[in-house]
T-cell receptor, first 112, second 111 residues
């Protein structure tokens, strides 16, 4: 069955530091989506990639960047971290039906 | 006002009860509708997917969509303590796979 592996599962950083989150679709998948879920909030779309090119952009701060690599894994880079960046970050892959998304277990980022 | 509204709960019911979870939306462009279940500190797990108005049943779960009223529901029959989780409705249009989520309803099923 298809799935998504995310790493690290937990990450603690201090303000103004940089963090990188990784997403590995299993098997390789041409499209990945990144979502951010703050405490008690619903997931918010950040950015997506199709065939290693950015396809859509949501509410992603300028301090964040992402890319999809030749092996189809994706990384979300976050710089100048702020306390408000503390959240669960999910990577998702597309299912066969329109709009269907399957999420990974998420990476929990805590900014102190 | 958010595009998708969902009562945050918490909703507490006894084991065996029928649970009704609801979302309303304002964007008539939404064409497909999903319900996700999310356990604490876990990723959202797809429960139900519907594309048209009407009912869809899968085991103890029934999803209902009324596009004319912009209203969707998820019914859980014979609720179990293991159903205790946050339930998120999500919807999107044909332009892509960016989903718009409701805020989630926290459900607690007490033994």
């Amino acid at each position: 069955a298809a799935g998504v592996i995310q790493s690290p599962r937990h990450l603690i950083k201090e303000k103004r530091e940089t963090a990188t989150l990784k997403c590995y679709p299993i098997p390789r998948h041409d499209t990945v989506y990144w979502y951010q879920q703050g405490p008690g909030q619903d997931p918010q779309f950040l950015i997506s990639f199709y065939e290693k090119m950015q396809s859509d952009k949501g509410s992603i701060p300028d301090r964040f960047s992402a890319q999809q690599f030749s092996d189809y894994h994706s990384e979300l880079n976050m710089s100048s971290l702020e306390l408000g960046d503390s959240a669960l970050y999910f990577c998702a892959i597309r299912g066969r039906r329109t709009g269907e998304l399957f999420f990974g277990e998420g990476s929990r980022l805590t900014v102190l | 006002q958010k595009e998708v509204e969902q009562d945050p709960g918490p909703l507490s019911v006894p084991e065996g009860a029928i649970v009704s979870l609801n979302c309303t939306y304002s964007n008539s462009a939404f064409q497909y509708f999903m319900w996700y279940r999310q356990y604490s500190r876990k990723g959202p797990e797809l429960l139900m997917y519907t594309y048209s108005s009407g009912n869809k049943e899968d085991g103890r779960f029934t999803a209902q969509v009324d596009k004319s009223s912009k209203y969707i529901s998820l019914f859980i029959r014979d609720s179990q303590p293991s159903d205790s989780a946050t339930y998120l409705c999500a919807m999107g249009n044909n332009a892509g796979n960016m989903l718009t989520f409701g805020g989630g309803t926290r459900l607690m099923v007490k033994p």
